[in-house]
């Protein structure tokens, strides 16, 4: 709907008696928020737009993002390409190319928490403030399962503190059985960036894992084994 009110607004401009750039106007971004609205019980939420550079020059551009109502525990990333930033950076800039077009998401991490989250992105030209905004909503609801299909949730998986770090976290598995469980780091792209499998006893585990050597942004720990998979969010800063 955002891209053709977009095509006809600037049809409406081309036919005006007076230019648009005559009038101090200038177009030089297009931004379109693809995902607006998300209801399901996902842990990992990722809302996904595009941002246009449709002027023939490099431009310089800032993304916002505004909180509007998020239930306690719940985080909300801006990523632009393949980079992610800290859940409370609200603001980020960087240059677009001349025609290149760049991937958004707001990345939001409910932890399980049901609930609602309302955010307002705006995309604003350093050059000449012209701004271009899209509204996002969140909807965290439980979901009821036929116990005789359901699959037995055998671990859980703590918050992993500290969080955002610089060097080591802290995260506690706490196992109803004994076994074999498998815990995996991946980049907010999806790749693999380290594996530990590991032989445990039924209680509270603490495991630590080393960060140091990662660069600055969001990565997900997914840690697997009987039941579901449960993942985590942590923030590396340096």
């Known amino acids: 709907m955002g891209k053709i009110y977009k095509q006809v607004k600037n049809l409406i401009l081309a036919v005006l008696v007076i230019p648009a750039a005559a009038l101090g106007q200038t177009n030089n971004f297009e931004f379109i928020q693809h995902d607006t609205g998300y209801t399901g019980s996902e842990d990992i939420v ?62 939001a991490f409910p932890y399980g928490t049901t609930g609602s989250g309302s ?61 074999d469980y498998r815990i995996v780091l991946y980049s907010m792209d999806g790749r693999e960036l380290m594996t530990r499998s590991y032989s445990l006893r039924s209680g509270t585990n603490l495991i630590q894992w080393g960060m140091g050597s990662l660069p600055s942004g969001n990565y997900i720990i997914s840690a697997t084994g009987a039941g579901l998979p449960v993942s985590r969010q942590v923030s590396v800063i340096k």
């Open 46 to 107: 990722f809302m996904y737009g595009d941002i246009f550079n449709i002027s023939s020059s490099a431009q310089t551009l800032t993304v916002n993002k505004v909180e509007h109502s998020a239930p306690i525990g719940w985080n909300a990333s801006i990523c632009v390409d393949d980079q992610c930033f800290a859940p409370f950076q609200n603001a980020v800039t960087f240059t677009l190319g001349a025609g290149d077009t760049t991937e958004f998401s707001l990345d």
């Open 119 to 179: 955010w307002t992105i705006t995309v604003v030209d350093s050059s000449t403030m012209e701004a271009d905004s899209a509204q996002i909503t969140i909807d965290v609801h439980p979901v009821a399962i036929d116990d005789n299909f359901s699959a037995p949730q055998a671990f859980k998986l703590s918050n992993i503190y500290p969080n955002p770090t610089n060097a080591w976290i802290n995260f506690d598995l706490e196992l109803d059985n004994s076994g």
